[in-house]
């Protein structure tokens, strides 16, 4: 059995953050994801939204890896997630479905408002890895908590993107929206102004 943890924070606020893993993915800097589906979403009666997606993945694994746990192209992952938006954490747990019976991937995310700094997001990220009945199994664990380390960098950088392009988003939809304003007032006037010198009003 591997364990890994990491923690991270990142300079933006809770609602900021938790916005940006809804549209994580896909995005160019995280690929390992390449498509999430969600098979059930609810909110319970203390207003917390629990929402269960089936990941697909692809592991990046060695061929002579995959020789060992099985040829599949693509790897799927069932995640459930809960958002407490009066307590301000997002908690995501998953594990994997494909190779269960040889591995097994544990995950555990925790987005919460910092304690220190409320403008802040404070990480708390950890995974189990165990692999049984198979060859080198110490190895791979080995291997296979490397590479969730590689894609928890590309993760973060990931939900980095997408911040950006959801303030690019925003800031368009403001000058969209004054450039709409402006051009409605410009409009009112002229035929206000056309009513005015045909003594109409």
Known sequence: ??????????????????????????????????????????????????????????????NWAKKILGQDENAYGSEHSEVDPKAKTMTLKSKNLTWCNLVTIDEKLVYATHPEDSSKTHLKQEAVVNIKGVPLSSYLENMITQNINNNAQKGREGLEWVVRKIKVEAETLQTEAATFTKDTFHTIHKVESLFNRDGSL
């Open 1 to 62: 059995m591997k364990i890994w943890t990491s923690e991270h924070t990142f300079e933006h606020s809770w609602d900021t953050i938790v916005q940006a893993a809804w549209k994580k993915y896909p995005n160019p800097l995280n690929p390992a994801v390449i498509g999430t589906d969600v098979l059930d979403r609810k909110v319970d009666n203390k207003g917390v939204l629990k929402t269960h997606r089936l990941m697909t993945t692809q592991w990046g694994l060695p």
